[in-house]
Each structure stands twice: as structure tokens, then as C-alpha cells.
């Protein structure tokens, strides 16, 4: 996350800064951080607390937000308490985030969410305009990215090769990659051949993201269909 994330956050005198946050990058380090900020600095307690919610999933559905809608509705236990929402997830489907406008727009008094997400890129506009945005200082590797799609068949596989045993690099490559194709080439400009890369790549990020994935499969498949740049 960007270094100065628990500042945007808030802090013990003032409280939380708003109502919706939105954090990018690594789900379960995130995660692991946030409740500690949240305990040791704004005094909300995450274990045993019937106010706190915090749920991580693959891909956050319509139902899932349904449900959050439902919940996030109901008054806290502890009078005038806060209740604390953290959703993390590597996809957040349009139809989900279409729903979480409404609840974003008008939540309970004293709801607050935390959306954790490897990358806030496939995020509708109107949503992230509701939320405090905290990038991931990191960012993408454009230069690798425009590299490898510059190589031969058997340059991007001899790549892969290097690549494949550092999990780490693998997974944010193929986000680059995802990133690269989706910033490049707008929706109204792509033609099938780059739709149905995208799409993959999509799916692929998505995996990456999931148990036990089938890392150099993904990378060999990627470095023979990506479209050379």
C-alpha cells in the first residue's frame, strides 16, 4: 500500500476520515495490516465483535453484495459504535459494484468499508469517486511488460522459465500484462484478437490470485497468444 495509507485512513482524535476506503494490493497483508491498525491506533476490536464483518472471497458476486447491503442496514450492537466492513476479493464483478453505489452513497451512520483488491484498475469510475483510494506504491512494470511483448516466441518462453519459481513476480507480472492490454486499448477500440487476449488475461489474473495456481502454465499460454506489440 502507499506508505502514508494510515494517514488517509484517519487516526485516534479524529476518527476514521470517511465512510469508504479502498486499498490495493496484496489481499491477506493487507488485511493483516489493516487489523492492526484498527486495534492498536483507532481502538476498534476486530476479534469477538458482533460489528465487525470481515469476509474475503475469490470473486465478489451480486448476491454477495446483496447481502452486504442487508447487513451493513442494521443498527450496531454497541450504541452509537461503529460498524467496520472489510470485503477483499481479486474480482468484484460489474454488477456488484453497481449495487455497492447505492450503499456507498447512503450507508448506515457508523459504517464504514474497507475494499481490499489487488488492483482498483477494473473498478467502475463512479464507484472509486465514492471511496478514498489508496494505491499500491508499487505500481506496474510498464517496461517488462512492453519487453516481453516485443520478444520471439522463444524469448517470452525462455522468460517464463526465469520467471516461474518466484511466485511473487510471476503473479505481478501477469497483472502488468492485464493492465498493459486493458489501459492501451479501450473498450471501443479492440479488436477480437485483443478481446479474447484480455479475457484470458482476466481469467488468468484471477487464478493467479487463487490456491495452489498453475503458475507457468498461465505465463507459457500468455507468452504464445499475447498479441507482439
Not at 104 to 115: A, K
Not at 118 to 143: A, D, H, K, W
Not at 156 to 173: M, Q, S, T
Amino acid at each position: 500500500m502507499n506508505s502514508n495509507w494510515k494517514q488517509k485512513i484517519g487516526n485516534r482524535e479524529n476518527g476514521l476520515s470517511h465512510h469508504a476506503f479502498l486499498l490495493e494490493g496484496e489481499i491477506s497483508s493487507n488485511v493483516l495490516e489493516l487489523r492492526n491498525f484498527l486495534e492498536s491506533e483507532m481502538e476498534i476490536v476486530t476479534t469477538a465483535n458482533p460489528d465487525y464483518f470481515q469476509l474475503v472471497l475469490e470473486t465478489f458476486g451480486i448476491d454477495d453484495a446483496r447481502d452486504l447491503k442487508e447487513t451493513q442496514s442494521r443498527h450496531s450492537f454497541k450504541e452509537n459504535g461503529k460498524k467496520i466492513f472489510i470485503i477483499g476479493a481479486n474480482i468484484f464483478t460489474v454488477e456488484a459494484q453497481n449495487s455497492l453505489l447505492k450503499v456507498f452513497e447512503e450507508p448506515t451512520e457508523g459504517t464504514h468499508f474497507f475494499v481490499l483488491t489487488p488492483s482498483s484498475q477494473f473498478f467502475l469510475p463512479t464507484l472509486l469517486s465514492r471511496v478514498v483510494c489508496i494505491y499500491n506504491e508499487g505500481g506496474s512494470n510498464n517496461e517488462e511488460v512492453t519487453e516481453f511483448l516485443k520478444k520471439s516466441y522463444l524469448e517470452r518462453l525462455l522468460f517464463v522459465v526465469e520467471l516461474k519459481d518466484d511466485h511473487a513476480h510471476a503473479k505481478r507480472f501477469i497483472e502488468d500484462v492485464t493492465k498493459y492490454f486493458y489501459e492501451k486499448y479501450p473498450a471501443e477500440k479492440r479488436s477480437k484478437e485483443i478481446s479474447k487476449t484480455l479475457e484470458l488475461l482476466i481469467d488468468y489474473r484471477s487464478y493467479a490470485n487463487g490456491k495452489a495456481p498453475s503458475l507457468k502454465n498461465m505465463l507459457e499460454h500468455i507468452a504464445l497468444v499475447a498479441p507482439a506489440q
